[in-house]
């Protein structure tokens, strides 16, 4: 019977939450590296026993995890047939280093800043090869490992677009946090930036161009500037690829053309501003927003929990309910932090800044929390197993 | 022989215990000890210090004998009680943060 592993990551620790086909018993394992900050965990499409974790603290750096048996063991990448002197794993999956001159970007007060590594914000396995995944990071670049985790490079094309010295942090930092890998186009990817906005690549991340026309961000001196726009999250269906749905800060946009251009499909919802979108895993145009009060006010409206879906590719949306809190609920639904499963029907799930994950096995009539109490998610990622 | 104590993260990604023993050739710095550390344990290369500038982390300091060397040149020797293995060199996580 199939069965569906969730990775959570969370300010303090990632958890794998594991269920079989079903989807209504789940067993919890973690924290893994508790105490530290685990911005994305995702899993190989090529292998799904390889996962990838980004770990990180403000004390000591950013540390890369790799798993080779679907989460129950870690390694930093390079252990195995290198070994200290104590018969640890010398592994040094940690070195982010830009390609050449970093030059400078605008910071928060109109002044240029030198690019610096912090963190990976997302990492985005390879669609075909276990051992090669992109990394996300903050400061706004994408880097690439071939060997499983244990180098990473820089492709440096993207931070030295000549744009790159107008890019200027959103209020978490200058950060990567979305790569889109195109199944049908190899060589096509797209990346989104806070606060750069969405860049897309068709010769494997070598160049980059912004993809950005018909958005409008009207924080900007320009509203309809090639960059500068805060994009939250694009999503795609891996059937339909020309088709992306955006999350901006303000607006819930749609390309059919692959970024070339972008409308809004806001519609009826009740706010647009938010974090998360997804696709429906069989239905390309059923998506998911979950609508954040404002800029301001970073929790859901009202005190209550919605889940908005349209099964039009936008503009028409519904408020799912059933199983949410209804009141009193203030909580944050964090951009990384929404999946979907690939069973049928598709489940989709979600983790917020209150610690809990919540689960639809019905593509979203009624949802439960399979786990709650963690510390705030910041992520949340789904692997459908066989 | 100079020892060396970690904070607890640092141990649990190193997969050790508070301290640790390293051999360190010629004088005993900051940049000799924390060469040593980082060869024995590359995990831990760009935890304590960056990559490339080895500059200290600013939420890391060192601690040796009741003093702080946080801000002491990398290549000044450390007190004979360091490089005696008499006291620690002490890897401290700030306090800060939630």
Redesign the interface.
């Known amino acids: 019977m199939s069965g569906v592993r969730v990775l959570v990551g969370t300010k303090k620790g990632a958890f794998i939450l594991n269920s079989d086909g079903k989807r209504s018993q789940w067993e919890v394992s973690g924290p893994h590296?508790?105490?530290?900050e685990i911005y994305h965990l995702k899993g190989s499409p090529a292998d799904p026993k390889r996962i990838y974790a980004s770990q990180s603290?403000?004390?000591?750096?950013?540390?890369i995890q790799r798993s080779s048996d679907g989460g129950k063991t870690w390694e930093?990448p390079?252990g195995g047939l290198t070994k200290?002197?104590?018969g640890?794993?010398?592994?040094?999956?940690?070195?982010f280093?830009y390609e050449g001159e970093t030059g400078t970007h605008l910071f928060y007060d109109g002044s240029s800043k030198p690019w610096k590594f912090t963190r990976v914000w997302h990492l985005e396995p390879s669609l075909q090869d276990p051992d090669t995944a992109y990394a996300g990071v903050e400061d706004a670049a994408i880097f690439r490992t071939t060997d499983g985790g244990k180098s990473w490079q820089e492709l440096p094309g993207l931070r030295t677009h000549p744009s790159g010295a107008r890019w200027q942090p959103g209020a978490g930092g200058m950060c990567l946090h979305t790569i889109l890998l195109d199944q049908k186009n190899p060589g096509r990817m797209y990346v989104a930036i806070s606060a750069a906005g969405a860049f897309r690549s068709d010769d494997g991340g070598k160049t980059w161009r912004p993809v950005t026309k018909g958005l409008k961000s009207t924080f900007l001196p320009d509203p309809t500037a090639e960059v500068g726009h805060c994009v939250h999250r694009i999503a795609m269906h891996p059937g339909r690829p020309n088709v992306l749905y955006m999350q901006k800060h303000w607006d819930v946009m749609r390309t059919n053309d692959a970024g070339e251009s972008w409308h809004e499909v806001s519609g009826n919802l009740p706010t647009d501003f938010g974090f998360v979108i997804d696709v429906h895993a069989h239905e390309p145009e059923t998506i998911y927003v979950i609508p954040i009060t404002s800029d301001s006010l970073h929790y859901v409206m009202d005190g209550k929990l919605r889940v908005y879906r349209s099964k039009t590719g936008g503009n028409e949306w519904e408020a799912l309910t059933k199983g949410l809190p209804q009141e009193n609920c203030y909580v944050n639904v964090l951009r990384d932090a929404m999946a979907v499963d690939t069973l049928d029907p598709c489940g989709v799930y979600f983790g917020t800044s209150g610690g809990q994950v919540y689960a639809t096995a019905n593509a979203g009539d009624s949802w439960a929390p399979i786990v709650r109490d963690l510390p705030a998610v910041l992520s949340v990622e789904v692997q459908t197993l066989p | 022989m100079i020892r060396v104590e970690l904070p607890y993260h640092l141990r649990t990604l190193a997969n050790v215990g508070r301290e640790v023993e390293l051999e360190v050739t010629g004088a005993a710095t900051q940049r000799a000890i924390l060469d040593a550390l980082e060869a024995r344990y590359p995990m831990l290369a760009g935890t304590i210090r960056d990559h490339v500038t080895k500059d200290r982390r600013a939420f890391v300091r060192f601690f040796a004998c009741g003093q702080d060397f946080s801000n002491e040149p990398k290549d000044a020797p450390l007190p004979q009680a360091v490089a005696s293995g008499a006291e620690p060199f002490l890897v401290v996580g700030a306090i800060a943060g939630g």
């Open positions: 590296f508790g105490g530290w603290s403000g004390w000591f750096g950013q540390v930093t390079g200290t002197p104590d640890m794993p010398a592994g040094e999956s940690n070195k280093v």
